[in-house]
């Protein structure tokens, strides 16, 4: 129950601290505290001349926030939108007759601002908005009473007090204590005028019953610490003397304002004098887990399980789906309750290892509960499961019509010109990639082979690949029968080898840069190959020997002397015959049959069988792009990568001569690579039926995919962005610096020169995206995620790496010698201008 709602719109910590102690707190829109550092209870307030925009109004109540309150202009557009029960309606006394059936219908509450606190007026009103709250704000220049308060509550109203209200110090005849006006309308039943007292966990468990004084309530307030009152020895300071102190986490007041509920975080042995957490009972359930769990954590018997669960991260993970996987098959209460105990248990031990409590997860359910937007909820593709298919009796072949799922497949669209700066800015993000919380994902998965090398590797292969092996590496001469794959496939291999070759060969940097920088100083750069490198070729959802050609090519080309290929085993354990293949061709000297994390660490520290290398290359999905980010920053691995990494990404520029089909199909030949990948159309003064044509051609090539069901899911993230001419198409293109870029325009070829930022461009209507990745000679290896405005594609200098050289004769030290002591002794290296003058000083003597 709330007595009082305070309004702040200035920082105030101490006073911000204790009225979050007490109950909701409303603050002003504009106000400095970020959504997801707002109190555990708050209402934002939006004044009357700011305007309100629908998704920044849901993405507040999303945050957390528990109502919005919005003046009557704005309440227009949310109601029927958002829910009622989300909504209060900021009105002048002026405008009640401007309130609708409809906006009154639309919120729970009504916040007014009244000259005066006037009971004979306010009553009626309140009746007139049945069944909402009524806030009540007075403008006048006096102080509300603590009689003002109780008045009100007797209307079922409640006062909004203004900071420059409040006080925590002693109410005055210009500020009011916090603790009086919480406590105005508290009543006690007993002779000496206290208030029982319930103490409970955070979560709500009972910790015992005591009692509170109005000088107890205040301190606790203020201090946010557990103070109560004694009846035989005045003010009570839980854990003053035994160091059990709580810290106050929420008062409230029951439905009768007769008795208070104290939410504390308890500290020491426990609550209860017989060092117990709680008076009536031992814990038990999860509370009693959670506090075995802690202890545990801190002071673990050597060689318990838990202690093992602590210390072995890829186990703890390993048992949480485990338990899942049998929780989801159990069919029996007594099993489903058997299985999620266990659940529960391996779930809260990781959260107690990440220093998560119950209340934590509480809070965070409790969030999520107020989300007024929901996403479908679908599961990831790796965790769909088709149900068991019943063999039916043979029937006659029945024709039947196609349908689509889920309505048709749509991007969402914006035209440049109408967009504001802040909105042209989330234009141009990617769809949002947590890659800190990867990297602490794949820590454990890259310490593990690390530390236990091919033991780990087996390990971890057996479970993320489901493959179980002897051996993970093979080395040349690769078995023939490894390398059998279909005729027409070999020859188009060898095409795209011959291809890709050609390119990249034509890029070596074979020669020495030689340059006499003065008379008697030459210096020199020339290009050796980087000695070992290991390139990941994905094999997750496609496989993909195209991207064993790309990056193996230029590895031969450079002449690179150990080439690791790293690739997942298919189920039966060998490796794709098409990347067997290309692995012979690119003269591979080892293969690593291992995906994901565990690869890239394989080949970062080495294994006993894996051979160490020294720079890593190629794309994959989330866990290996945050595990080459995670080793190219371990000075023990001593390894390079390619570039940072993201989803595959296309951006095309479409004018008025562009084909709808091969728009569509040049947008769909990215958006089936994963559900995170994003394709953007820059469709350039496009008529509305010509963007009709090619959205309906990405809906009806989009169904006939194999791959429908990804595409279901990256296209909605996609965009379509109108623009009034090229100019401004090719601006927004250079500002996402897209990772391929594809020109269907009048004058594509002419427009080339106009591009700063991009992986690679692909010009002209018969120019699809599809050659560059399999076999015109570029290489498909691409900076993605905006990464192409400082990084380059893969290419044969990748491979390499430069070396300077500088040769002085005596003549050329006698010249630069002494410019290079004054600088030495400039900068105060002594050592540095001696090694020139000991020289200078025996040419000296030799003239």
Known sequence: MTTFLPLLNEDNSALFNALDRIGPIILDAQHSIPLPQLPQQSYLLVDQDTSVDIDAVASWLDEGVEKVIVPLSSAKELIGVLPADRLVLLLDVANVSAVSDKIRNGVSGVLLKTPSIDIDFITPFSKFFVGSTIYVLSTADSLPTVSNIRELQTIGATLVLPESQLTLDTSSSTKLNVADAFL????????????????????????????SSKASVKESIISGKGVYQSRKHGLWRKGETSGATQDVVRIRLDCDSDSLEFRVVQHGVGFCHLNRQSCFSEATGLPALENTLRQRLENAPEGSYTQRLFKDPVLLQSKIMEEADELCNAETKEDIAFEAADLFYFALTRCVAAGVSISDIERSLDKKAKKVTRRPGNAKPQWTKEAPVTPAAPAVPEKKEETKVDGPIRMRTSDLSKVSPEERVQLLRRPVLKSDEMIEKVKPIVEAVRQRGDEALLELTAKFDRVKLDSTVIFPP??????????????????????????????????????????????????????????????????????????????????????????????DGSIT??????????????????????????????????????????????????????????????????????????????????????????????????????????????????????????????????????????????????????????????????????????????????????????????????????????????????????FSGVNTLSFQKHITSQEITAAGLDVLGPVVATLA????????????RVRLDQVKKSA
């Open 184 to 211: 105005a309308t508290v009543v006690s039943d007993r002779a000496d005028g206290l208030y029982p007292t319930v103490v409970t966990t955070e979560t709500g468990h009972s910790l015992g019953l005591v009692y």
């Open 478 to 571: 690769f078995a023939p029968e490894s390398m059998v794959i279909e005729e027409d496939v070999r020859k188009a291999i060898d095409v795209a080898y011959s291809n890709i070759h050609k390119f990249h060969a034509a890029q070596v940097d074979g020669s020495t840069l030689k340059v006499e920088t003065m008379p008697g100083v030459v210096c020199s750069r020339f290009a050796r190959p980087i000695v070992r490198v290991g390139l990941y070729v994905p094999g997750g959802t496609a496989v993909l020997p195209s991207t064993a050609l790309m990056l193996g090519i230029p590895a031969q080309v450079a002449g690179c002397k150990e080439i690791v290929l790293a690739t997942p085993p298919r189920p």
């Open 577 to 790: 015959p098409e990347v067997m293949y290309v692995a012979h061709l690119v003269g591979a000297s080892a293969i690593l049959k291992a995906g994901g994390a565990q690869a890239v660490a394989a080949m970062a520290y080495g294994t006993k069988t894996v051979p160490k290398v020294d720079k890593i290359f190629g794309p994959g999905n989330q866990w290996v792009t945050a595990a080459k980010m995670l080793v190219q920053n371990d000075t023990d691995a001593l390894v390079s990568i390619d570039m940072p990494a993201g989803p595959s990404e296309v951006l095309v520029i479409a004018d008025h001569t562009a084909n709808p089909a091969f728009v569509a199909a040049d947008l769909l030949s990215q958006a089936e690579h994963g559900v995170d990948s994003q394709v953007v159309l820059v469709a350039v003064n496009l008529t509305p039926e010509h963007l009709a044509a090619i959205e309906q051609e990405v809906d009806v090539q989009a169904s006939a995919l194999s791959r429908v069901d990804i595409v279901r899911q990256s296209i909605p993230k996609s965009i379509i962005v109108k623009v009034a001419n090229t100019d401004e198409a090719i601006q927004f293109s250079n500002d996402y610096a897209p990772e391929h870029l594809i020109l269907h325009l009048e004058d594509a070829s002419q427009r080339v020169a106009e591009i700063d930022n991009a992986g690679s461009v692909f010009v002209g209507a018969f120019t699809p995206e599809s050659c560059g990745d399999y076999a015109s000679g570029t290489n498909h290896t691409l900076p993605t995620n905006g990464y192409a405005r400082q």
């Open 825 to 836: 002794d400039c900068e105060g290296l002594q050592a540095h201008a001696n090694a020139v």
